[in-house]
């Protein structure tokens, strides 16, 4: 028996380890419900256009400014700590936008 430990000198493989595919799942877990919620987001700005359009296509160009952040995000952002981070932020960001400028919608349609 040698007193040398044995060193394992192949290449890693990183693409199939367990945590790059833990990885994956977690970009995906945050990109499907900030998709839905920046679609839905539109659908109801594209629903307003004939109500105020200024306001909806304001509230358009934000969302989809995002939601392409958030992709960005997905591609660049290394650290996951980070990436979760801004997905929280940039969500957020779409849904308080969205509820601000509908509600300013529907306070001005009132009041005309």
Known sequence: MSPIAHIDVR???SDASPAAVLDERRRRHWL???GLLAALAVAM???TLTLNPPIAVTGIVLVVA????????AVAVRDIRTRTLAFR???G???????L???FTL??????
Do not use: D, H, K, N
Request: net charge negative; hydrophobic share 60%.
């Open 11 to 13: 290449p890693a493989q």
């Open 32 to 34: 499907g419900p900030g």
């Open 45 to 47: 700005f594209v629903a």
């Open 66 to 73: 995002f939601y392409t952040a958030m992709l960005g995000c």
């Open 89 to 91: 932020w940039l969500i």
């Open 93 to 99: 960001a779409i849904s308080v936008t969205s509820l």
């Open 101 to 103: 400028l509908l509600a």
């Open 107 to 112: 306070a001005i349609e009132q009041f005309s």
